[in-house]
């Protein structure tokens, strides 16, 4: 019989067909005989997740409606549903797997991936079929052959679903009971929106919103040092005092005790220059790539993974959602031989240092799943490369210099510490001179920031003339986030949290979320409308103020309960963990927050009454009351009138589309709007469609 391969989305199948004869069908590719297959095999694929939960009524109606007597949301055993416009596609995998006796799991090699193959070969049905994994870190033409040569065993593959299973159903969890929870008691205290509580996001947006208080609460305060400027033979220099004093006063006094008054004669005492070194930079990871593009370019955390996902399937580069900053002898190897072609590429030769492997480069024991983002063998051609979007071509850069830095010199510069006497009192002044650019010469950016002024040439006992005067400087509060910081904190986040077992758990797990989450995570706080990002910089919204507020003091705004959970989810992942004891801990978790959270918001000094803050912005006359003005709120568009008793309001998101301030006028003002295109029906399927408002209710015409 022929195996089935099951890939994980449409361009994954075809770039695994890439490598074989085929022949397209109505949802798979067969596959030719051939000497890996003999009989020849079908790839078939899945839509991301093809298989979901079933939603809270599909297990008690009374879960149906939103209510606090009806929590907490735990049922006995989960179901799983096709998601909904997906049905035919899941047709085509069931009937090819009910027809073979080998299932090849080829979807992405991590966690994720194993979910969702597991989630649909379940949902199938399918019984006592033999089911293999093809395991490889880049979608070459000889990768990919190599690896179904190389088929692996599904014993890992299972521990990994088990774990991805038992947090996709704890997120669930903690999502349908938290949010419900959240949502109806800020309801009840006037706050007409929807709260979603995740198990991630919320501790990230708390951690968020713990910056902008600091921010806030900062208050500037003045700080006083001794700095002197010397005139010497050959040039003038800065030095300082080893003073930095919040009283002016001080910094006077020992001007005084050292008779200084403003112009003095000084003696370089000392004149120190040691050669320093700084050696390439480690191989990208995701996060450590998604911090550099958003540093240089703005790009977001989901923009990177977006565009290197696009790379991967291009086949330039290796698999992106990897934690890994090493490689192993392996890569390294074909690395090695084709340095020359790989600088060609970017237009800069160089003399190779060393063409053998360093263990802050290469370490197998360091290589887990994935190693570290690297340009695969394939080396486009000049047309290709001329091809990619700016995006595109800024990123694979990125990564091909990065890489080939692993071969080039140390960056050298001579650092000389000079101390400088004038009447016993000692300043200090460190200089640094470029000896040789080293692998800096190939990241052109950093080469052309702006540089220390060189230290002009000084000797022991030198005599100098100096000023000398006491200067002001104010301390400054800590900057807010950038996306890029954004996706550096939530993997270091252990330094916020007090407890010491917590930090190490933290530090272990390496923070909130995986490489491959943080981005999605940093977009759902987003779409919920928790922050904004505005030219790069992240901002807590009202709505993000509230939630905050809400759950502060709660274990859900601390990464300690994330860190504690992950830490065994892991154990899952490693067979030592059970699911069904994860799930219970859970349970107990949702029953505490029952429990306690009614009193802990009246604790935290929420009013019984509130009210979102209001956007100023009027759009139309109500076409209801006649007598407020319709304002965009978050989430939804309201009359002004609301609190006389108007309900007139209009959704954000209407059919998954986002509705603008000029199209509610529209509807407001005509009654209906222009065809507006980008609905999405319950089956999935995109229309296009005019709004009409009839009886303030929304209705369509085709």
């Known amino acids: 019989m022929k195996p089935v391969i099951v890939a994980e989305k449409p361009s994954q199948a075809k770039a695994y067909a890439d490598a074989f004869k085929t022949t397209k069908r109505d949802g798979y590719i067969e596959i030719a005989p051939n000497a890996i297959f003999p009989e020849g095999a079908y790839i078939t694929w899945g839509i991301g997740h093809l298989v979901e939960l079933k939603e809270p009524k599909a297990y008690d109606p009374k879960w149906a409606k939103w209510s606090l007597a009806a929590l907490p949301i735990l049922p006995a055993s989960y179901q799983f549903q096709v998601a909904r416009g997906k049905a035919q596609q899941f047709g085509v995998i069931k009937k090819l797997i009910k027809q073979t006796d080998t299932v090849i799991n080829a979807c992405d090699v991590d966690r994720e991936g194993s979910n969702i193959f597991y989630s649909i070969y379940n949902q199938t049905g399918a019984k006592g079929k033999t089911i293999k994994r093809l395991w490889i870190n880049s979608l070459e033409v000889d990768e990919v052959r190599k690896g179904f040569q190389e088929l692996r065993d599904n014993r890992q593959d299972l521990l990994l679903y088990e774990e991805a299973k038992a947090r996709q159903i704890s997120d669930w969890l903690v999502g349908m009971n938290g949010s419900r929870l959240y949502s109806l008691l800020l309801q009840a205290k006037g706050i007409r929106e929807v709260f979603a509580i995740g198990r991630v996001q919320t501790p990230t947006v708390f951690l968020i919103y713990q910056r902008e208080k600091e921010i806030e609460a900062f208050v500037p305060e003045p700080f006083y040092e001794i700095e002197g400027m010397f005139n010497a033979e050959k040039g003038r220099y800065k030095g300082k005092a080893k003073l930095k004093s919040k009283e002016r006063k001080e910094a006077e006094e020992l001007l005084a005790k050292h008779g200084i008054s403003g112009k003095a004669e000084g003696t370089v005492t000392s004149v120190k220059t040691t050669e320093k070194r700084t050696p390439p930079p480690q191989l990208h990871s995701l996060s450590t790539l998604q911090a550099a593009a958003n540093r240089k370019w703005k790009y977001s955390p989901s923009k990177v993974l977006s565009v290197m996902q696009g790379l991967y399937e291009k086949k330039l580069v290796s698999y992106p959602r990897t934690d890994a900053q090493h490689i192993t002898t392996s890569e390294f190897a074909y690395l090695a031989n084709q340095v020359e072609a790989y600088q060609q590429l970017i237009g800069t030769s160089f003399p190779i240092a060393s063409k053998a492997p360093k263990k802050r480069f290469v370490d197998n024991a360091k290589v887990q799943e994935h190693y570290a983002i690297i340009p695969t063998k394939t080396l486009p051609t000049a ?150 990002v505005n030219k790069n910089i992240v901002s ?163």
């Not at 000079?418 to 190939?442: C, S, Y």
């Not at 929420?606 to 076409?623: D, G, H, Q, R, V």
């Not at 002004?640 to 998101?653: M, R």
Request: hydrophobic fraction near 35%; glycine fraction near 8%; charge should be positive.
């Open 383 to 532: 047309r290709k490369l001329e091809g990619l979007a700016r995006d595109e071509r800024n990123l694979y850069e990125e990564v091909l210099r990065t890489t080939l830095a692993m071969f080039h010199r140390d960056y050298r510069y001579a650092e000389t510490k000079v101390t400088t006497n004038v009447n016993g009192l000692d300043f200090f002044t460190t200089g640094k001179t470029e000896l040789e650019q080293g692998w800096r010469e190939l990241f052109p950016a950093a080469r052309d920031a702006k540089q220390e002024p060189a230290l002009p040439e000084l000797r022991e006992q030198e005599l100098v003339k100096s000023e000398i005067a006491v200067k002001e400087g104010m301390t400054t509060p800590p900057k807010p986030y950038t996306e890029g910081q954004l996706i550096a904190m939530m993997k270091t986040c252990g330094k916020f949290v007090d407890d010491v077992e917590d930090t190490e758990i933290l530090k272990e797990i390496e923070g909130l979320g995986t490489e491959a989450t943080r981005s999605g995570i940093i977009e759902t706080i987003k779409r919920h409308e928790y922050i904004t």
């Open 540 to 702: 807590i919204t009202d709505k993000g103020r509230i939630l905050c507020q809400a759950i502060e003091g709660n274990l859900l705004s601390s990464p300690s309960m994330t860190a504690k959970w992950e830490t065994y989810l892991k154990k899952i992942g490693n067979g030592e963990g059970s699911s069904e004891v994860f799930l219970t801990t859970i349970g107990k978790f949702i029953q505490k927050l029952l429990d306690e959270v009614p009193a802990q918001m009246q604790k935290n000094g929420l009013p019984e009454k509130m009210a979102m803050p209001e956007s100023k912005e009027e759009i139309a006359l109500c076409p209801a009351c006649k007598k407020g003005m319709i304002i965009s709120t978050k989430g939804y568009y309201s009359c002004t009138e609301y609190a006389n008793g108007c309900k007139q309001s209009f959704p954000a998101v209407f059919l998954k589309k986002r509705l603008t301030a000029k199209q509610i006028e529209y509807l407001c003002t005509k009654g209906k709007t222009p065809v507006l295109k980008g609905f999405v029906s319950k089956n999935g399927k995109k229309f296009n469609a005019k709004l009409l408002l009839e009886d303030g209710k929304l209705k369509m015409e085709f």
